[in-house]
């Protein structure tokens, strides 16, 4: 069963109004071409109703309704005609451009635009007045005027609409944004926290299962010295990452300083102290300039990719030398850290393989690359390397 539009009460209460004052109008003899006798009084009655009727469907049926108020205004004009029946008629015009197709309100001020010049010109070709430019005058005001104002205001509604569009979409885009922020601030969160204290953990893994299963009471002192350092260091470290975590607006507030190169020096101290019982001995080769600097997220990562290599070499490595080699060179910064390959005696800790999966996050965020695995001598010694290289330019040159 089809059902038909619902009539909105603006519309009802527009018809109802035109139509009472048609009415009011025409029982107290105000016509707007009297002297129209071939017809009886009562017939000026009937466009009104018509026009009225249509106002009804001025909304929901502006295509209909428009050509057959159209009709019912030239009918008026055969009667005593009725000054609302042509207000009426202006609405049901501006209602036909604001309510009906995009092509409808492209085309009814152009039409309502050149029926107004026939209009002009048929009537001076006919009175041959100047008075009949009136006639063109009022054909305007009553079909062009109204059709221009309706096209007007679609057209701010249009641009209101696709505003409002824009700023839905920007606002969906901001959150996006926002989302992926959230995610790529999480992932740093993970990498930082996982870089600053997975090394000590390790340390108080390794030496917490000798102290364990060794019988000297002196071994087990030392290792349990070796825990505490690496449990009161680790409790700093998380400390720092708690600071980053929380508000720093205060202005009495000192911004926590980030690792750089110039600190593997202490980092190589702490993990010799740790693998000294692993018979793992540790040599830094910095091949870099002196005095050279190079972009703080550089030093970062670079400080990082070792620290977390070091951590897998307490770990995992064979009895050996640990060699961490650093090289500056075509603005590039190469990272290398080798390290002994085989079966270990003494106790593992667990790895999980997040610091590679970390590692890999931080060298593709600086667009380098980082290869990791074993490699194979040519004397036939096997050891595993870590190599990254990472774009960077000396900031020394910035300043040249």
């Given at each position: 069963m089809t059902r038909f539009p619902r009539t909105h009460r603006d519309d009802v209460l527009i018809a109802v109004t035109g139509l009472l004052g048609g009415v009011l109008l025409w029982g107290l003899g105000l016509h707007i071409t009297p002297g129209r006798d071939f017809l009886p009084?009562?017939?000026?009655?009937?466009?009104?109703?018509?026009?009225?009727?249509?106002?009804?469907?001025?909304?929901?049926?502006?295509?209909?309704?428009?050509?057959?108020?159209?009709?019912?205004?030239?009918?008026?004009?055969?009667?005593?005609?009725?000054?609302?029946?042509?207000?009426?008629?202006?609405?049901?015009?501006?209602a036909a451009v604001v309510y009906g197709t995009p092509a409808s309100a492209r085309r009814i001020p152009v039409v309502s635009g050149l029926a107004t010049v026939a209009v002009t010109i048929a009537a001076l070709a006919w009175y041959r007045r100047p008075e009949a430019l009136l006639l063109g005058v009022v054909t305007g005001l009553v079909s062009f005027a109204p059709a221009v104002t309706g096209a007007t205001l679609r057209n701010h509604r249009q641009a209101a609409e696709a505003a409002r569009l824009r700023a839905e979409q920007t606002a969906l885009l901001a959150e996006i944004d926002r989302g992926q922020a959230i995610v790529a601030e999480r992932s740093r969160m993970a990498r930082e926290l996982h870089d600053m204290v997975a090394n000590h953990l390790s340390a108080i893994a390794i030496h917490s299962t000798a102290a364990l299963s060794l019988g000297e009471p002196k071994a087990s002192a030392d290792a349990l010295a070796v825990i505490r350092e690496n449990s009161v260091q680790g409790l700093a470290e998380m400390r720092r990452?708690?600071?980053?975590?929380?508000?720093?607006?205060?202005?009495?507030?000192?911004?926590?300083?980030?690792?750089s190169l110039d600190g593997l020096d202490a980092l190589l101290g702490q993990v010799r102290t740790v693998g000294a019982d692993s018979g793992l001995a540790f040599v830094l080769d910095d091949g870099r300039e002196a005095g050279g600097r190079l972009p703080a997220p550089v030093e970062m990562a670079a400080y990082r990719i070792v620290q977390e290599s070091l951590t897998n070499a307490l770990k995992h490595a064979s009895p050996g030398t640990v060699t961490v080699s650093l090289a500056h060179t075509d603005r590039r910064l190469t990272v290398r850290v080798t390290s002994p390959y085989g079966e270990r005696p003494g106790p593992r800790a667990p790895g999980s393989g997040a610091g590679l999966v970390g590692m890999?996050?931080?060298?593709?965020?600086?667009?380098?690359?980082?290869?990791?695995?074993?490699?194979?001598?040519?004397?036939?010694?096997?050891?595993?390397?870590?190599?990254?290289?990472?774009?960077?330019?000396?900031?020394?040159?910035?300043?040249?």
């Open positions: 009084p009562w017939v000026t009655l009937v466009p009104l109703a018509v026009t009225a009727f249509l106002e009804l469907l001025r909304r929901t049926c502006p295509r209909a309704a428009l050509p057959v108020g159209t009709l019912a205004v030239v009918a008026d004009q055969f009667t005593h005609g009725n000054l609302a029946t042509v207000l009426m008629f202006t609405d049901l015009m501006y990452l708690i600071g980053l975590l929380r508000d720093t607006g205060g202005a009495d507030r000192e911004p926590a300083v980030a690792p890999r996050e931080r060298v593709t965020l600086l667009d380098g690359t980082l290869e990791a695995g074993p490699v194979t001598a040519a004397d036939g010694t096997k050891t595993w390397q870590v190599r990254a290289q990472l774009p960077a330019e000396d900031d020394t040159e910035l300043f040249a």
